[in-house]
């Protein structure tokens, strides 16, 4: 069966930190990787996808990259984080685009 | 524009009770529809989805949705909710031109009353 990992599960960092947030994918092969923040009240905001290696699309300008070095794995990075990037961020795959999303569970970014 | 609203931020509602959880999308054509949960500091989980065909879809934990085209809605309900259903439910929707980009709705946090 197919599972999804992220770490670390909790992060605080301060001011101007960088930042690299590690997403695996087990038990599928060539996933969409997507990357989303959530903000309270705010529901999900898609940050960048990925269809294939090397392959990455942004979906909002701002302070984060991305990067897929390997086939299951989708990094988040940042050089210098800001206040506004603390939130909740979450990995996910799915086997096409448009269809169902699988989760991980989410790693809890704190700025201070 | 192709945009996804859940108008109730919050509901309540007794355990025993009935819940209609409402999403409504701004599209022309017949979108692919979703609805997740997610517990509080966890990802999300898939309840139930629709692509086409019938319009009343069930999902897991006794949820189910219906499709009405003609209101550009897809409503979650529960006949009787549990104590466990208490968590923050999200519609998605998935416009079938383009890349297919998801788009998710802004969540409905359920609280539910002993």
């Known amino acids: 069966s197919q599972t999804i990992h992220q770490w670390p599960a909790t992060l605080v960092q301060p001011v101007g930190s960088p930042l690299s947030l590690e997403c695996t994918v087990e038990g599928t092969s060539n996933p969409n990787l997507y990357w989303y923040r959530q903000a309270a009240g705010r529901g999900l905001q898609l940050l960048f996808y990925s269809v294939g290696i090397g392959q990455i699309s942004s979906e909002v300008p701002q302070n984060l990259s991305a990067s897929r070095p390997q086939d299951r794995q989708f990094i988040l990075s940042s050089k210098k984080l800001l206040l506004s990037d603390s939130g909740f961020y979450l990995c996910?795959?799915?086997?096409?685009?448009?269809?169902?999303?699988?989760f991980g569970p989410g790693t809890r970014l704190t700025v201070l | 524009a192709q945009s996804v609203t859940q108008p109730d931020i919050h509901i309540t509602v007794s355990e025993g009770a009935s819940l209609e959880l409402r999403c409504n999308y701004s599209?022309?054509?017949?979108?692919?529809l979703f609805w997740y949960v997610q517990s509080p500091g966890q990802g999300l989980q898939l309840l139930l989805k629709y692509f086409s065909g019938d319009t009343l879809v069930q999902g897991i934990k006794g949820f189910e949705a219906e499709f009405k085209r003609s209101q550009s809605s897809f409503n979650l309900r529960k006949p009787s909710v549990h104590w466990s259903d208490a968590a923050e439910y999200f519609c998605?929707?998935?416009?079938?031109?383009?890349?297919?980009?998801?788009?998710f709705g802004t969540g409905t946090r359920l609280k539910v009353l002993a």
């Open positions: 998605a929707v998935v416009f079938t031109s383009g890349t297919y980009k998801y788009i």
């Open positions: 996910a795959w799915s086997v096409q685009s448009g269809d169902e999303q699988f």
């Open positions: 599209y022309g054509a017949t979108p692919y």
